[in-house]
């Protein structure tokens, strides 16, 4: 079979939960804080994935205004029973502190593509639901248990309760079915059945270097569990020079001729500091069952780089230039921050991208930014903007974003006089103050005409561009850091930031008067370039 190179699902997608009905696989991707909700990728040969769908479009199913960052969509599970697609998902409004506000819910389908049902609440006892359909036809929900005492452990274990598909809600008594190893912080589970037993696969160690899959098994659903001879089935941690780390966080498939393949979240830290700028990715191993009714990751437990699926990538895709243009609706690589209303911060007329300008950069209730991930390590950005600000409350351009501590902002604004300006802001690793810095002085523009705004990024390094009318690009300001647009540099420490790097577009407008900045394309090309390690 050939070979292809890790990761599958390059860029923030975390967390994934993949499927197989017939010869389609799909698999779901936590979102947090960027809407719609949940990305869905779809293949037939587990090496070329494609986009199909965000399943939570609408206010009914989820409205994340005023979730901080790294809230909102966590650990999406996504099942099919037979009949019907289902959805588990989490919308985490508090994540920070000794409490967490985390609610799950469930959807459901007859096709991928939707339409997607309303939600069903399930509970908030903790979060990384999942959804398991026993052959029996009874149902099963699991989730972590969060424990604000930590009597002994904030993450208490694996709570099971069965779900009633007709009633829509949990019924009978909850168990704590499982508490992991001494490696702590168990999470992310999913359930399996193979050969009269149960198995569970679980996340610990923390989403960040000492990350690691779990594998357990009982003859009975509701325990107790035994934790398999070599307890982690998959990990980083004792591998510090592994291409692939923070390993962890898992989901298991067979292919119709009975190979089985293991998908989990990896990142790959490109500089010194261990910075992932392309944030927790989506990548696959190839596993078995042994004569002893355990699983095991071929090569394991160390992730491999190198993996033979039953296709072959097309390279050429992965590399080619994406020209997004306007029209009837948005792009799909495109997404925005929080809010279900869209309609209230852009609209789609005349080929243009119009945004209306909203709060602040930063703000976690509506401000207007359209961006999509960063999914190589070096690439070009362009776009070219109308925009008429009145003052320096008023602002429109291009993004490298991250999170409200941490973003660069070549932005079209204006002086207190009128006078337009281009303006670099940067979050600069400002958290928990954040504030911001200015790298560069103003450069004055002309008070009326289009401005091209371009980025560059080679591996860590950043420079912006700009060119008025019938003009060439030319560098504004110094090359910036671009590597802090990481989990590592997130806001929080390495456990708290789950994201990854976006590019994109954005207007504000302090004054309140949602003034609009007109787009006519966005451009991304990635870069072959010989400082970045590790490039699918």
């Not at 991928?112 to 990384?128: C, H, L, R």
């Not at 070219?384 to 660069?408: C, H, I, Q, W």
């Amino acid at each position: 079979m050939p070979q292809l190179t890790n990761p599958i699902l390059p860029g923030f997608n975390p967390d994934p939960s993949i499927l197989r009905v017939g010869d389609d696989y799909y698999i779901a991707t936590s979102t947090f804080e960027w809407f719609p909700g949940v990305q869905i990728h779809h293949s037939k040969d587990l090496a070329n994935w494609e986009l199909v769908t965000r399943p939570l479009t609408r206010k009914a199913q989820l409205d994340m205004r005023g979730d901080p960052d790294s809230c909102g969509v966590w650990a999406p599970c996504l099942t099919h029973d037979g009949e019907k697609f289902w959805l588990v998902y989490t919308d985490v409004k508090r994540k920070d502190g000794s409490f967490k506000d985390a609610h799950n819910y469930i959807i459901w389908a007859d096709r991928i593509e939707g339409p997607w049902s309303d939600p069903v609440y399930t509970n908030s006892s903790g979060f990384d639901p999942s959804l398991f359909h026993d052959d029996d036809g009874r149902k099963w929900f699991v989730n972590m248990l969060w424990d604000h005492r930590r009597r002994p452990l904030l993450f208490a274990g694996i709570a099971l309760q069965e779900f009633d598909p007709k009633a829509g809600k949990l019924v009978g008594p909850i168990k704590n079915i499982y508490q992991g190893t001494d490696l702590e912080l168990v999470e992310g589970p999913h359930l399996y059945k193979r050969n009269g037993w149960y198995y569970l696969l679980t996340a610990e160690g923390g989403t960040a270097y000492d990350h690691a899959c779990t594998f357990a098994r009982s003859r009975n659903i509701d325990g107790p569990y035994e934790t398999h001879p070599d307890k982690h089935i998959l990990t980083s941690k004792d591998a510090p020079f592994a291409a692939l780390q923070r390993s962890g966080h898992g989901d298991i498939v067979e292919t119709p001729e009975g190979k089985t393949y293991l998908v989990h979240l990896s990142g790959r830290p490109t500089t010194q500091e261990r910075r992932c700028v392309l944030g927790r990715e989506t990548s696959i191993q190839e596993a078995y069952w042994g004569e002893d009714d355990w699983l095991y990751v071929k090569n394991g437990p160390v992730p491999s780089l190198h993996v033979e699926v039953p296709g072959t990538r097309d390279e050429a895709k992965y590399w080619a230039e994406q020209r997004y243009t306007f029209e009837s609706e948005l792009p799909i690589d495109f997404q925005w921050l929080r809010t279900p209303e869209p309609e209230r911060i852009f609209t789609l007329q005349s080929s243009k991208l119009r945004l209306f300008g909203r709060e602040s950069i930063g703000s976690w209730f509506e401000q207007a930014l359209v961006a999509r991930r960063q999914t190589h390590f070096s690439y070009d950005a362009e776009t070219v903007v109308d925009f008429k600000p009145t003052d320096e409350r008023t602002m429109a351009g291009l993004t490298a974003y991250y999170s409200r501590y941490n973003f660069f902002y070549l932005a079209v604004t204006a002086h207190s006089d009128g006078q337009r300006e281009l303006l670099i802001m940067s979050s600069e690793m400002s958290w928990p103050d954040g504030r911001m810095s200015f790298p560069a002085q103003p450069v004055q523009i002309p008070n009326a005409g289009k401005v091209k705004l371009a980025l560059t990024i080679r591996g860590r390094q950043l420079q912006f561009l700009y060119a008025l009318d019938g003009q060439e690009l030319q560098p504004i300001g110094p090359v910036l850091d671009a590597s802090i647009l990481s989990d590592e540099c997130g806001g929080h420490q390495a456990h708290g930031s789950f994201t990854g790097a976006f590019v994109g577009v954005a207007a504000h407008d302090l004054n309140g008067t949602a003034s609009p900045a007109d787009f006519d394309y966005f451009t991304y090309r990635p870069v072959r370039h010989e400082t970045d390690r590790y490039e699918v």
